[in-house]
C-alpha cells in the first residue's frame, strides 16, 4: 500500500515519524511519499520534501508567507492525484492541511483521507465540524473528548491516545529537581522566540532581584534558534545563560519551576510535573482575529483537560514580567501551590491513555483502509 503523509511543523515531524514506525511495524511492505521534517525523512531514506522548517504561527505570517504556501499547496496536490495513494494522512497543521483534504475531494482523488491529531475546532469554530465530516473519512483523536464530537456530523472518529506519552516516557530520567533552577521554554518558532523570551529574560531579571541565588537555563529546538536565544539573552544581562539544543525534556526533569511558551512544551511540561506558567504573545493582529473566534475558557491544554485553571496563564498584555515572576516565585516557595500543581498534571496526563498511542493510530488506520478496500 502507498500513502502520502503530511506534516508541517516540528510536533507534527515528531508524531508522524511515530505513526510511520508503527504502521510499517504492522506491514513492512508500505511505501511512504509527501512532505515533513527530518524524523520522516530519517525512516524514508530522505525521500519526502522537506518544509517543516516553513512552520508559521498566526494570521500575519500567513499572509506574508501565502505565494510560498499556495505554490506548495498546489504542488502537492498534483503529486498526490499522480500518485494516487491508497490514503493520504494529513498530522496535524489544519490550516493547510484541511484545505489540501477538500480540494483533493472535490476534485476527485480516489483514495481515504485520513487526518491524525485532530485540528482544535472545538475550540474556534465548531461550525466546521459537519463541512469537515464531508471530506474527511477517519479522524485519529489524541484527547478523550474529542471523537463524540465528530462522530454526532457523522465522521468515524477513534481515540488513539496522545503519541506524546510514549516519546517522553522514554525520556524520563532519575535525576533530583535544582530548586536554584528555572526553566525557559519559548517555542519552536522563530516568531514565537522573538515575542517571548525576552518576556521570559525580563521576568527572569526580576526573579534574580530579590532572589540572586537562582539560575536561569533555556531550551532551544534546534540551531539556528540556539544563537538567535543568545543573543537575546545576552543583550538582556544574562550572556552566560545556558541555552541547551533539543534537550527540553531533561530541563524540564531538572528544572524547579518553569516559563513555558503556549504549545505542545505545555503538555511536556505537564508529563514531567515541572510546575510552570504559561505565556503566550503573538502580533496583535493575531491576536484580535484570535480572541473574536476562541471559544474555549482557557488557552493552554492542561487547562482545558483539567476544566480549572491548573497553569497561570499570562497572556498577550497580561504577559507582564513583574507577574510572572510573582506567579514563579509562589510555585517555588509554596510546597502547596507546587503539589496541587504537580497533582493536577497527573490526573491530565494519565487522561491520555497509556504510552503506546502511535501503535494504536497505526492499527486504527490500516484498519479502516483494508476494511474499506474490502468492501470495494
Same mark, same amino acid.
Given at each position: 500500500?502507498?500513502?502520502?503523509?503530511?506534516?508541517?511543523?516540528?510536533?507534527?515531524?515528531?508524531?508522524?515519524?511515530?505513526?510511520?514506525?508503527?504502521?510499517?511495524?504492522?506491514?513492512? *511492505?508500505?511505501?511512504?511519499?509527501?512532505?515533513?521534517?527530518?524524523?520522516?525523512?530519517?525512516?524514508?531514506?530522505?525521500?519526502?520534501?522537506?518544509? !517543516?522548517?516553513?512552520?508559521?504561527?498566526?494570521?500575519?505570517?500567513?499572509?506574508?508567507?501565502?505565494?510560498?504556501?499556495?505554490?506548495?499547496?498546489?504542488?502537492?496536490?498534483?503529486?498526490?492525484?499522480?500518485?494516487?495513494?491508497?490514503?493520504?494522512?494529513?498530522?496535524?497543521?489544519?490550516?493547510?492541511?484541511?484545505?489540501?483534504?477538500?480540494?483533493?475531494?472535490?476534485?476527485?482523488?480516489? @483514495?481515504? #483521507?485520513?487526518?491524525?491529531?485532530?485540528?482544535?475546532?472545538?475550540?474556534?469554530?465548531? @461550525?466546521?465540524?459537519?463541512?469537515?465530516?464531508?471530506?474527511?473519512? #477517519?479522524?485519529?483523536?489524541?484527547? &478523550?473528548? +474529542?471523537?463524540?464530537?465528530?462522530?454526532?456530523? /457523522?465522521?468515524?472518529?477513534?481515540?488513539?491516545?496522545?503519541?506524546?506519552?510514549?516519546?517522553?516516557?522514554?525520556?524520563?530520567?532519575?535525576?533530583?529537581?535544582?530548586?536554584?533552577?528555572?526553566?525557559?521554554?519559548?517555542?519552536?518558532?522563530?516568531? +514565537?522566540?522573538?515575542?517571548?523570551?525576552?518576556?521570559? #529574560?525580563?521576568?527572569?531579571?526580576?526573579?534574580?532581584?530579590?532572589?540572586?541565588?537562582?539560575?536561569?537555563?533555556?531550551?532551544?529546538?534546534?540551531?539556528?534558534?540556539?544563537?538567535?536565544?543568545?543573543?537575546?539573552?545576552?543583550?538582556?544581562?544574562? &550572556?552566560?545563560?545556558?541555552? !541547551?539544543?533539543?534537550?527540553?525534556?531533561?530541563?524540564?526533569?531538572?528544572?524547579?519551576?518553569?516559563?513555558?511558551?503556549?504549545? !505542545?512544551? !505545555?503538555?511536556?511540561?505537564?508529563?514531567?510535573?515541572?510546575?510552570?506558567?504559561?505565556?503566550?504573545?503573538?502580533?496583535?493582529?493575531?491576536?484580535?482575529?484570535?480572541?473574536?473566534?476562541?471559544?474555549?475558557?482557557?488557552?493552554?491544554?492542561?487547562?482545558?483537560?483539567?476544566?480549572? &485553571?491548573?497553569?497561570? *496563564?499570562?497572556?498577550?498584555?497580561?504577559? +507582564?514580567?513583574?507577574?510572572?515572576?510573582?506567579?514563579?516565585?509562589?510555585?517555588?516557595?509554596?510546597?502547596?501551590?507546587?503539589?496541587?500543581?504537580?497533582? /493536577?498534571?497527573?490526573?491530565?496526563?494519565?487522561?491520555?491513555?497509556?504510552? *503506546?498511542?502511535?501503535?494504536?493510530?497505526?492499527?486504527?488506520?490500516?484498519?479502516?483502509? *483494508?476494511?474499506?478496500?474490502?468492501?470495494?
Amino acid at each position: 500500500m502507498k500513502f502520502y503523509i503530511i506534516a508541517g511543523e516540528t510536533s507534527g515531524d515528531a508524531h508522524a515519524a511515530v505513526l510511520m514506525r508503527e504502521m510499517l511495524a504492522l506491514r513492512r *511492505e508500505l511505501r511512504f511519499a509527501g512532505a515533513g521534517g527530518p524524523r520522516m525523512n530519517a525512516i524514508t531514506g530522505g525521500r519526502l520534501f522537506e518544509w !517543516t522548517h516553513e512552520a508559521v504561527v498566526g494570521l500575519w505570517d500567513v499572509l506574508l508567507k501565502y505565494p510560498y504556501f499556495r505554490t506548495q499547496f498546489y504542488r502537492m496536490y498534483r503529486e498526490i492525484m499522480a500518485l494516487q495513494p491508497d490514503a493520504v494522512i494529513f498530522v496535524d497543521y489544519p490550516g493547510f492541511n484541511l484545505r489540501l483534504a477538500r480540494y483533493l475531494k472535490r476534485h476527485g482523488y480516489r @483514495g481515504r #483521507l485520513v487526518f491524525y491529531i485532530s485540528p482544535q475546532v472545538w475550540a474556534w469554530n465548531r @461550525g466546521r465540524i459537519p463541512r469537515m465530516a464531508a471530506y474527511l473519512d #477517519l479522524m485519529l483523536c489524541i484527547f &478523550p473528548f +474529542e471523537p463524540a464530537l465528530y462522530r454526532q456530523s /457523522g465522521l468515524k472518529s477513534e481515540f488513539v491516545g496522545h503519541p506524546m506519552i510514549h516519546e517522553l516516557a522514554r525520556q524520563r530520567r532519575n535525576v533530583e529537581r535544582d530548586p536554584s533552577l528555572v526553566g525557559l521554554f519559548p517555542g519552536s518558532r522563530a516568531r +514565537e522566540v522573538k515575542r517571548i523570551f525576552p518576556v521570559m #529574560l525580563a521576568a527572569a531579571r526580576a526573579l534574580q532581584a530579590t532572589r540572586p541565588h537562582l539560575r536561569f537555563e533555556a531550551s532551544a529546538v534546534n540551531e539556528s534558534l540556539h544563537g538567535y536565544m543568545r543573543r537575546l539573552a545576552a543583550a538582556a544581562g544574562f &550572556p552566560a545563560m545556558e541555552i !541547551t539544543v533539543k534537550d527540553a525534556p531533561a530541563l524540564m526533569q531538572r528544572a524547579w519551576v518553569g516559563m513555558v511558551a503556549s504549545g !505542545t512544551a !505545555t503538555m511536556e511540561a505537564s508529563f514531567f510535573q515541572m510546575p510552570f506558567v504559561l505565556i503566550y504573545k503573538v502580533s496583535w493582529l493575531t491576536y484580535a482575529a484570535g480572541r473574536a473566534l476562541i471559544r474555549v475558557d482557557y488557552l493552554g491544554m492542561p487547562n482545558i483537560l483539567a476544566g480549572r &485553571p491548573l497553569i497561570p *496563564e499570562f497572556i498577550q498584555q497580561d504577559a +507582564e514580567p513583574r507577574r510572572i515572576a510573582e506567579a514563579l516565585e509562589k510555585l517555588a516557595e509554596d510546597d502547596g501551590a507546587r503539589q496541587r500543581m504537580i497533582h /493536577g498534571m497527573a490526573g491530565v496526563i494519565q487522561s491520555l491513555g497509556e504510552e *503506546e498511542a502511535g501503535q494504536r493510530a497505526a492499527k486504527a488506520l490500516l484498519n479502516h483502509l *483494508e476494511s474499506s478496500l474490502a468492501r470495494v
